[in-house]
Every structure is written in C-alpha cells, then in structure tokens.
C-alpha cells in the first residue's frame, strides 16, 4: 500500500507541476516566448496572496478572487509595456529581458519581504482527508488543488479552440505578419495571452504557498520543475502539459519511497530519458 500511496499522491503532486507549466506552455505557443521569470512570477503571486490575506484576513482560496485578476492585469501590463518590445525573430532579447525581469522580482521580494520563509494556512481544510479504504486517504486539499488544475487546463484549451480570441491566438501563433494584415492587433493580443498565463500563474502561486513554505528564492526552481513538466508532455499540447506534470510528480514520489534523496533526481531522470528517447515530448500537438 505504500506504493499505492506514493503514486497517488506523485499524482496530486503532478497536479501543481500542471499548473506551474499550464501558463509556460501557453506563451511559448502563442508567441514562442521562453518566459525566464516565469517561476518567479508564481513566487509573487504567493506574496501577494500573503498581502491580501494580511490585509483583508481572509483565507488563502478566498484570495484568489483578488490574486488572479491582479494578477492577470500585471500579465497585461508586462508584455505591453515591456516584453512586446522585446519579441523578433531573434530569441536572444526576451531571454535577456525576462532573465532581467526574474532578478528584478527576487531581489524586490527579498528587499519587501526579507529572506525569512512565509506560509500560508489554509485551516482544517489542510488536515481533512478522504478515506479510499485498505488504510488510504487522499488530502482534501491536494485534491482539490488537482480538480483546479484540471479544470484551468481545461478552460484554456476550450478557449483556445472554441472562441474567437483562442483563434486570435492561433492565428498570432501561426503567422504574425497575416494576423496582423487581417486586423489582428498582435500587441494586444499577446498581451492578453499574457494575462491568462498570470491567471494560471497566480492558480500556482496561492496552491504552492499553501502546500509548502516559500521565499524569494525559489523561483528557478518551480521554473525547472516547469519547464521539465512541459518538454516531458509536449510542447504545444496543454493536455500534455497535464500528463507531464503528473509523471514528473509521480517519479518524484516514487524517488522519494526508494530514498528521500532521490525525490527531486528521480523527476530529473525522467526529464533525461524522455529527452533522450522522445525528444519531441510524449504527447506533442498533432498539426495539420
């Protein structure tokens, strides 16, 4: 039963890997932007939901009412003012920006903040658990973090598909230069695309801040368990995304049962061997 436990909860772990690429996946397929400060912009969003919840006391999943679209109008903002600038056939300047942008946030937090590590505490709902019977329970919470996960994985691949601005966005993706001969503000455009992932983003930043403890530094780390979670699934494929977040969080678990040590090598490992036998992802979008 233990291993049984071990994949289960690799898989409600995988559900905030989803999260943490959902966004990732979604900029680099509208406008094959690799967003270095991605994994920082989760950590702002678990420091803005600590503000809120300080200054309104309310709980962490209440916030996210204000948390999301705050988050969403930096999004916005961002690309706008900032990154739209920066796009060109050459991918050497956003890198640069959005690894300047990753700097800018961490040593902002740490400056606000400090280096001391915070939390948020979500009340009983962080113990309550259901019982599966043979001695299992699933958390409430983990699970309820995975449902989410779902759910906005879902949301953004039926906006993607079934609404004029989810064809705005594959048309921008496609061919920028025709989009915009059609009348396609191309800006504006990625600056909403932007925004959704900042939702997303702000999704991730509230979960994480509530399963663990956070601080300025640990960024770069959810941007690899990110970008690991995406490569795995497929680019281009949100489904994907999905699935490569719950086989990074199952290899992880199941690392974790061999040897503590082996938690974060084993999701690594992974990583390398799909690389390395499927290097187009294991659930890559069908084109055509």
Same mark, same amino acid.
């Given at each position: ?5 071990? #994949? ?8 905030? *890997? ?15 932007? #690799? ?11 678990? *420091?803005? !939901?600590?503000?809120? @919840? ?12 204000? #948390? ?7 999004? *916005? ?12 056939? &050459? ?21 606000? /903040? ?30 309820? =973090? /995975? ?9 953004? =691949?039926?906006?993607?598909?079934? @609404? ?7 048309? @921008?993706? &496609?061919?920028?230069?025709? !989009?915009?001969?059609?009348?396609? &503000?191309?800006?504006?455009? /990625? ?14 930043? #509230? ?7 956070? &601080? ?12 690991? !979670? ?10 994907? @995304?999905? !699935? ?7 290899? =992880?678990?199941?690392?974790? =049962? ?31």
């Amino acid at each position: 039963m233990e291993w049984v436990n071990a #994949v289960i909860q690799g898989v409600l772990l995988g559900g905030l *890997y989803g999260l943490f690429a959902a966004g990732l996946s979604l900029i680099f397929g509208v406008m094959r932007l #690799v967003n270095i400060a991605h994994g920082d912009l989760i950590v702002l969003a678990a *420091y803005l !939901a600590l503000v809120v @919840t300080g200054s309104l006391g309310i709980g962490p999943l209440p916030s996210l009412l204000l #948390v999301v679209p705050l988050m969403a109008a930096i999004g *916005y903002g961002l690309q706008r003012l900032l990154l739209n600038r920066a796009l060109g056939d &050459d991918l050497l300047p956003p890198l640069l920006v959005t690894f300047g942008l990753s700097v800018i946030i961490q040593n902002g937090l740490l400056e606000a /903040f400090s280096a001391d590590s915070q939390r948020l505490q979500a009340g009983p709902i962080e113990t309550a658990a259901l019982p599966l019977g043979g001695g299992l329970a699933v958390g409430v919470l983990p699970l309820l =973090q /995975f449902v989410v996960a779902v759910a906005a994985i879902a949301g953004l =691949q039926l906006l993607s598909w079934r @609404t004029p601005l989810g064809r705005a966005f594959r048309a @921008t993706a &496609d061919d920028p230069e025709v !989009a915009r001969l059609m009348g396609l &503000d191309n800006r504006h455009v /990625f600056a909403l695309a932007m925004a959704l992932s900042l939702a997303v983003v702000a999704l991730a930043g #509230v979960f994480l801040a509530v399963r663990t403890n956070f &601080d300025p530094a640990i960024g770069p780390a959810r941007l690899l368990f990110g970008f690991e !979670a995406v490569i795995i699934g497929g680019l281009g494929s949100l489904w994907g @995304t999905l !699935a490569g977040g719950v086989l990074l969080g199952v290899a =992880q678990s199941i690392g974790a =049962q061999i040897d503590p040590g082996w938690q974060i090598l084993a999701g690594h490992l992974l990583f390398l061997l799909v690389l390395a036998v499927r290097p187009e992802g294991l659930f890559p979008r069908l084109r055509g």
